[in-house]
């Protein structure tokens, strides 16, 4: 059995995410130099430097896809951790505690419900001020037969 | 341009992860990475196949993440790597993997 995870970014996250590279190494041409510099010796600057040059670009779109060749990600979901994400597709909110609030939880449960997704890709955390936001890029959750061919 | 990121999780503590660029319906740059889970939870690379400056190579990293050997391989799709590394798996980290 094979999962996959769709998840898209928006033009507010592609910006999010532009702005994250730009806190992490300042400005596109800074993270050129080191890249230069070090090469394969950071796999970490190459793709990051090659997605930001890309995002600079006009009409880019990014997309990202979590294949769980295993059944490990069906002893973590839940109907609970499937409400989380269900209420993130669909509602904004400003953190943990205010999520747990909302969905009328126990905020320890919710913290830890949030995490255990976290682990998996399946919820990021914004931050916004002193606010570390919970939300979700899933659009989309298949289960399929596993394929012996590698996905596209 | 298409940015496509990916992440199989072959096993609880090993991942392939996977970035493409696509421009015009082809794919600019890739870099496929083989890592599994570190002491204190981090992912560490084992083993990288990429084209950047567009020379196909593959790379291989200790268990402190310090590049110790680089290779030159023919241009690699997705397909391959998720075959090889489903087959190989942690056997990578001692294989000759510019041959296969």
Request: charged letters at 35%; proline letters at 3%; glycine letters at 4%.
């Amino acid at each position: 059995m094979q999962t996959e995870i769709l998840k898209s970014y928006s033009k507010e996250q592609i910006e999010a995410e532009k702005k994250r590279l730009e806190r992490k190494y300042e400005s596109l041409e800074n993270l050129h130099q080191k890249f230069q510099f070090i090469k394969c010796g950071n796999p970490e600057y190459v793709d990051d430097y090659m997605v930001w040059k890309a995002l600079n670009e006009e009409e880019t779109s990014l997309k990202e896809k979590i294949v769980l060749k295993n059944l490990g990600i069906y002893q973590m979901m839940s109907p609970k951790r499937m409400e989380i994400i269900d209420y993130l597709s669909s509602h904004s909110t400003k953190s943990i505690k205010t999520l747990a609030m909302e969905l009328k939880r126990d905020y320890k449960n919710v913290y830890d419900d949030v995490k255990a997704l976290e682990k998996f890709g399946l919820v990021e955390f914004v931050i916004q001020g002193k606010n570390k936001r919970p939300i979700t890029k899933i659009e989309h959750i298949s289960v399929q037969p596993d394929r012996k061919s590698a996905q596209k | 341009m298409d940015i496509r990121k990916q992440r199989i999780w072959i096993h609880k503590d090993e991942i392939l992860d996977v970035l493409e660029i696509e421009k015009d319906g082809k794919i600019k740059y890739y870099s496929y990475s083989y890592k599994i889970k570190g002491k204190g939870g981090a992912w560490i690379p084992v083993v990288r196949w990429d084209n950047v400056d567009q020379t196909p190579h593959v790379d291989r990293y200790d268990e402190n993440r310090a590049l110790v050997e680089q290779k030159p391989c023919r241009e690699k799709s997705l397909k391959e790597i998720s075959k090889l590394v489903g087959i190989f798996r942690r056997n990578l980290m001692t294989m000759d993997v510019s041959e296969l």
